[in-house]
């Protein structure tokens, strides 16, 4: 944990350090400071976790470094006049320690600080996991979920779940659905269709065949290094390629 303390007396400095070295949490005091010149040119660089802050500084009041410099960090102030509460909780200030402060007052606003990071992480998972789900739902790539069949009679559109799989066949591509009916697409190969669909849902089993994992119904062995597929709507079964098996074993159990 990163501390400045700025401090323009040696013995209000040497107890804060001594009260920080017997807390249970490891901290480094990154830099001690007792002007106002001085801390504005340090956390203008630095980046710390807490300031222990003095108001009455050798060249002014502390008040004008955070007018100065945005700080981020909470600041517990230590000081011998209470006429600054209201200041000092109009900053980062979330303490107010009135000299000579006790050991108990000095843990009590540790404690206040530690409760405070808690939480301020807490908050800050939660955004991230928030902002997470905002951008993976408007970076996710839509997938195609229909195809459009042209014949003699009209238009017609085919679900993409529908479908059992894809084949392509002498440079022509055909669409086979759940009832076994054999469609014609305008689609030029398989890769332009297999590039519009989830990979988790489709895969090629080979060089000609485009397979629906969701309309899968049986897999058995067909010889030692090729799988036979029996699909939705089709009484004949499909066959992976010797180079594909291994890869579509892996797939299917997804």
């Known amino acids: 944990m990163k501390v400045l303390i700025i401090e323009d007396e040696i013995p209000a ?24 010149a001085r801390a504005v040119d340090v956390l203008n660089t630095t980046n710390v976790d807490l ?15 955070y007018k100065q410099v945005r700080v981020f960090c909470p600041i517990i102030f230590t000081t011998a006049y209470d006429q600054f509460l209201m200041n000092a909780f109009e900053t980062n200030g979330i303490a107010y320690l009135l000299k000579p402060f006790s050991r108990d007052r000095f843990q009590a606003a540790w404690d206040k600080f530690l409760l405070l990071k808690k ?3 807490e908050e800050n998972q939660q955004l991230n996991i928030l902002t997470n ?31 059992s799989f894809f084949e392509a066949n002498e440079g022509v591509i055909f669409a086979f ?13 398989l890769k332009s269709i297999e590039q519009n669909l989830s990979s988790e849902d489709f895969f090629r089993i080979n060089r000609s065949v485009l397979l629906n994992k969701q309309n899968v119904e ?23 390629s ?7 074993r892996e797939w299917i159990e997804k």
Do not use: P
């Open 13 to 36: 400095r040497k107890k804060l350090k001594r009260f920080l070295k017997d807390l249970d949490t490891k901290t480094e005091v990154v830099a001690e400071l007792d002007t106002v």
């Open 51 to 65: 300031i222990f802050s003095d108001i009455e500084l050798l060249d002014g009041n502390a008040f004008e470094v």
């Open 119 to 121: 939480s301020a992480s």
């Open 133 to 163: 789900l905002i951008h993976q739902t408007f970076t996710k790539k839509a997938y195609k979920e229909q195809f459009t069949i042209h014949k003699q009679q009209g238009i017609y559109f085919l679900k993409t779940e529908n479908i």
């Open 177 to 189: 659905d759940i009832t076994g009916k054999k469609h014609l697409l305008s689609e030029s190969s």
């Open 218 to 240: 049986k897999i058995e062995r067909y010889t030692k290094n090729t799988l036979a597929i029996i699909v939705k709507g089709l009484n004949n079964h499909l066959k992976t």
């Open 242 to 248: 010797q180079s594909n098996t291994a890869s579509f």
